[in-house]
């Protein structure tokens, strides 16, 4: 039974929360919007959906959903060849109502078979993708667009060749508020006294403190001053005619259009993918370890990205970067995601001007910090100390994430994980041990719980290699299952192979649905039946033999 959560129990410490993920939410918004060639609208109603419908009906206390940038390269494409965004949107919809239909017969489950370390591997992973991708806004070069989590950009450079760009495009006034905002961010997740103010979170006081500076130096003329290029740019309507045009309805008469069915159920793929993978993570995150239903998160997915489509917004999905964001913030129910989203609303409705004053170089030293500590050393330490069976995974999903894609890092990781236990299996199924004795060897053969048709090969092998005279006892005490295989594979060695190399066979612990007989006096037994047959056919042979003489 679900433990029911008072979300207005945790206000303070959740509208604090709620407040930074709204500063962090908005560039993403904007930025993955232009980045999928969208209107820039559409990615504020995304958000905003996601906040506040998917917030309410979802079961994950932490997770925030909103347009994602492992999208971008499928809305991109997919406006280009629909030819229209409102075409698009159809996809969209028909994306939500696939999700829906995937939540109803509870293909969530499968998110049960993601394995610790490649989770973990995906989030340090994109820990490090924050903070190569932070670092040119936190200088004041802003070419690629804020949310982009890919390894190749859009205008055809990389993560990597972004640095050697940078050089060239250092803004100092971007460097000092920067830097200004590290120390006050770091100051209040440090002294006892700051971390008490739980109503006044830091991110706020540093991007009040990064717009304050600003102004000043726009005021005096100062060199320092940062351009419009490098704030935030929130469109700004100025009547409510306006408004409306910014709002797109779907064409629904382009529901014939198999493109467009194609698109929508590539959208709900991915996008349910991504969102399980983030529930994971979230749920990981979760300090009071609370499990989320799955099935019910992509029902929630699927009427919010029905919703958004409705009213012009991108295709959304639970997103790790505000989540972690949620997270470290301290919020402690889903009223934090659902004020998020209200704010969204707000800002767009009231303040549109104000938060156009917001420097990106302060939202990336928020955004800095965030990706440390998904990416602490401590993790790496954690891992490694695990041992190659847990570390070779977790590494190899954080390599093919930062250098391809979430999915793609995400596919090597599992991938890498199930050869591992595989292989384990292979080597596990029993453990094989041998004792001095006088007349000969005892070995001991103790199968594990699960004996499986993969297994065959090793045990095999095994028997094979046993010499001749030996005694040998096959433990099945603690198995429940074994294949029949195997079991065929033990009993020709126990009937033919023993007995004609003079191996003394006992079975221990073998169930009766196996067939096969667990004394050692039943060995006797067969031993002495086999060599009473091979006596009563020689005398047969014998009289035979004598008959046709006589004759």
Known sequence: ???????????????ASG?????????????????????????????????????????????????????TAIVLTAITDLGAFNIFLTAVFIAGLVQLLLGFIK???????????VIEGMLAG????????????????????????????LDGSNTISAFTALLNHVELGSMIITAISLMILIAWDKIPALKKMKLIPGALIAVVIGVVLNEIFTATGSSLAIEKQHLVSLPIPTSIEELKTIITLPDFTAVTNSKVWITGLTIAVVASIETLL???AADRMDAQKRYTDTNVELKAQGIGNMLSSLLGGLPMTSVVVRTSANSNAGAKSKM????????????????????NKIPLATLAAILLLVGYKLAKPATFFHFWEKGKYQFVPFIATLIAVVFTDLLKGVALGIIISIIFVLKGNLKRAYSFRKEAYADGDIIHIDL???????????????????????????????????????????????TTRAIDENIKVKL???????????????MNKVTFEHYYDAAKRKMVQKEIFNEENNK
Do not use: W
């Not at 221990?508 to 039943?522: D, H, R």
């Open 1 to 15: 039974m679900t433990k029911k959560i008072n979300i207005l129990a945790n206000l303070k410490s959740d509208f």
């Open 19 to 71: 407040l930074v993920v709204f500063l962090v939410a908005l560039p993403l918004c904007l930025g993955i919007a232009m980045a999928s060639g969208a209107p820039l609208f559409s990615g504020i109603i995304s958000g905003i959906i996601g906040g506040i419908v998917v917030g309410y009906l979802s079961q994950s206390q932490l997770s925030v959903s909103g347009p994602a940038a492992g999208l």
């Open 107 to 117: 293909a969530g489950s499968i998110s049960n078979y993601f394995p610790t370390n």
């Open 126 to 153: 994109i820990g490090i993708i924050i903070i190569l991708k932070q670092l040119p806004h936190a200088f004041g070069y802003d070419s690629d667009f804020e949310g982009d989590e890919a390894f190749l950009q």
């Open 278 to 280: 983030c529930i994971e």
């Open 336 to 355: 934090s995601t659902m004020i998020h989203g209200i704010l969204l609303l707000l800002s767009v409705m009231i303040i549109p001007a104000v938060l």
């Open 448 to 494: 594990a719980q699960e004996v499986s048709f993969l297994n065959k090969a090793a045990i095999k092998s095994t028997l094979k290699a046993i010499p001749e005279n030996s005694r040998v006892i096959i433990n099945a005490h603690d198995t429940v299952y074994i294949a029949h295989d195997i079991l065929d594979l033990i009993r020709e060695f126990k």
């Open 508 to 522: 221990k612990g073998f169930k009766k649905a196996y067939q096969l007989q667990n004394t050692e006096e039943s």
